[in-house]
């Protein structure tokens, strides 16, 4: 049986959620989705497939048509259908999208969420609710900005009263507890799950600069941040926000699976700022910031670790500029907080 396969576009407002925020509900971050009323169609799980979902009008399994992402049986009986998901890392959420791609006739036409901030399964007495029984629409990103300021550990995804949910972001911010990590002690200061973000750049064709701080060596070229083939003079850059101020000790710059497409060479500026700057202030400002690693030949598929750095003292923000363009898989940034 031949199979056509279709994806699903991003919609604007989701891309632009993307930049400012992280996605809480990434499988990368360690989320899962722990349990659902009913996924006879389509496994719960995939509601987190970090790509877009995909349809495949000639695909079916034994239950029926395959869907990418998560579908109950049609309810014969009273009540609704929900899934518990825990998030990796604990956050403050923004914005939740509950992306009903390819879901036409089988979408649910409403939806509640509620959240929860326990350490362990939360009781009934534990959930509020921060997205109202509301409308949703199918084959499309619905979206809820959510006006509550806490952390949140846990979320409870109702769907009124079945069907299909292709995929589930959670726009957010890493809640880090700072009181559990000693001042002292040696951490990645850019890591995501310690609150690093990337603020601004000039080319994310291929992958989001974002992508060089998340968990663990990038499992494919596209976890990367990795720009367009440059045409003009100049060369790619992005700057990053440190999760806490403080003093860069070494640097790992990993290229893995980048072989005919890294950079050839790169630079680190960094620089303690008071205030958050414009992304169209920090293009400019960032360009004259204090080197903290010279220019330095990278090489492909490699993890190249550089200890010998220039002494600025405690920073917040650094850019990485590589020349002309190309791809970085992972960017380690090793010190103390200041």
Do not use: C
């Not at 169609?41 to 048509?65: T, V, W």
């Not at 959420?93 to 509950?98: E, F, G, L, R």
């Not at 990795?226 to 640097?251: C, F, Q, S």
């Amino acid at each position: 049986m031949s199979e056509r396969s279709i994806t699903a576009p991003p919609a604007p407002e989701a891309e632009t959620l993307l930049k400012r925020f992280v996605d809480l509900a990434h499988p990368r971050l360690g989320t899962e989705v722990t349990f659902a009323t009913d996924d006879f169609f389509a496994d719960k799980s995939r509601m987190l497939q970090p790509g877009p979902a995909i349809f495949y009008p000639d695909r079916f399994d034994d239950n029926g048509k395959w869907m990418d992402g998560w579908e109950s049986r049609r309810k014969r009986v009273a009540g609704h259908d929900h899934a518990v998901i825990r998030l990796g890392q604990r956050g403050t959420i923004h914005t939740i999208d509950v992306d009903t791609a390819f879901f036409t006739g089988n979408f649910p036409p409403e939806a509640e969420i509620e959240a929860a901030d326990t350490e362990g399964e939360p009781g009934d007495a534990d959930w509020q609710v921060v997205v109202p029984r509301s409308a949703l629409k199918g084959d499309s990103h619905n979206l809820f900005e959510l006006k509550a300021d806490a952390p949140f550990r846990w979320l409870r995804l109702h769907i009124h009263p079945d069907g299909g949910v292709a995929r589930l972001r959670v726009y957010g911010t890493i809640a880090v507890d700072w009181s559990r990590i000693s001042a002292g002690e040696e951490i990645d200061l850019a890591a995501q799950v310690n609150g690093g973000t990337a603020l601004a750049w000039n080319d994310a064709h291929y992958g989001h600069p974002a992508n060089m701080l998340a968990p663990g060596r990038a499992p494919v070229m596209a976890d990367g941040w990795e720009t367009a083939r440059r045409r003009r003079p100049g060369n790619d850059w992005a700057v990053l926000k440190l999760g806490a101020p403080g003093t860069i000790e070494r640097i790992l710059v990993d290229t893995h699976h980048f072989k005919g497409n890294y950079p050839d060479r790169f630079t680190l500026r960094a620089k303690h700022l008071g205030t958050e700057p414009s992304a169209e202030v920090l293009e400019e400002a960032s360009a004259d910031w204090p080197l903290l690693v010279t220019e330095t030949k990278l090489e492909a598929d490699t993890a190249l670790e550089i200890r010998d750095l220039q002494a600025l003292g405690p920073v917040s923000h650094v850019r990485l500029d590589i020349f002309p363009d190309g791809g970085v898989s992972r960017l380690r940034l090793f010190g103390r907080r200041a």
